[in-house]
């Protein structure tokens, strides 16, 4: 299967998933998560009409911008950020679904502002409240939306994540109920410089049940690109 094929049939899917959940299909984009695919795969998904990248690896996304591999649709950061490698991704991405602690949140504010930018972020939640993975706790997040207004440098336009491996089908269906109940309670508060349109959450074993839950973007990267190939 080619990778316009593998996209082609991942939208059937959505448009199913989005049908059965009285959704309109196109409230639901999908972001290719591009990590170790080099840039010829990735444009080869932009050509095949994904709505936008992202990338995992602050040292992939710089190698890959100046090779156009992005080109015609927005780009995301969505892994791991390091503080002292936040100026090489602020401003060069639309969007950072991977915001997920107050240090990283300070730093991101800090780099836009100095850059005379203003950087649209996720704050990044563990929803399965996993002690080894990052990511605020509902709660956090809540108090920290309500203090958006001394980031002027950022724009929080929603929530990301990453739930818990699942053992089987429907699994996660707690944690993406849990994760819009949370989207949606923010969202009610009208807070400055909130603006919540984006809840990122579902991958290849579980979109659809994200967008039975009201995942408004999937991020989609085995089933477009294959299983990786991780060098040991
Ligand atoms: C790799 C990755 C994905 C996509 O995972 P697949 O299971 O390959 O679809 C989604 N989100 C993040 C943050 C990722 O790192």
Same mark, same amino acid.
């Given at each position: ?7 082609? /049939? ?7 998933? /989005? ?22 795969? %990735? ?6 009409? !994904? ?9 992939? &996304? ?12 927005? !780009? ?9 490698? !936040? ?17 990283? &949140?300070? /730093? %991101? ?33 809540? %108090? ?43 969202? /009610? ?7 919540? %349109? ?35």
């Amino acid at each position: 299967m080619s990778i316009a094929q593998n996209v082609a /049939a991942i939208r059937a899917r959505m448009e199913r998933a /989005a049908r059965e959940a009285g959704r309109e299909p196109s409230d639901i984009l999908l972001c290719a998560a591009t990590k170790m695919n080099d840039a010829a795969r %990735v444009r080869e998904a932009v050509q095949a009409g !994904v709505d936008c990248c992202g990338e995992n690896r602050v040292q992939e &996304l710089t190698e890959k911008l100046p090779q156009g591999a992005y080109e015609g649709v927005p !780009v995301h950061f969505i892994g791991h950020l390091q503080t002292n490698k !936040v100026n090489k991704v602020v401003g060069a991405v639309d969007l950072i679904q991977s915001v997920d602690r107050l240090e990283l &949140l300070a /730093a %991101v504010n800090k780099a836009a502002l100095k850059k005379g930018v203003c950087q649209k972020i996720l704050f990044e939640i563990n929803i399965g409240n996993e002690p080894q993975k990052g990511g605020f706790t509902p709660d956090e997040a809540r %108090v920290l939306a309500g203090q958006m207004g001394a980031y002027p440098g950022v724009l929080l336009c929603g929530l990301m994540a990453i739930p818990p491996i699942s053992e089987k089908k429907g699994d996660n269906c707690k944690y993406f109920a849990k994760m819009r109940n949370l989207f949606v309670d923010i969202a /009610a508060e009208k807070y400055d410089n909130v603006s919540m %349109v984006c809840l990122s959450m579902g991958m290849t074993d579980d979109f659809e049940d994200a967008i039975a839950q009201g995942a408004t973007m999937i991020r989609v990267g085995t089933a477009i690109f294959g299983a990786r190939q991780y060098q040991i």
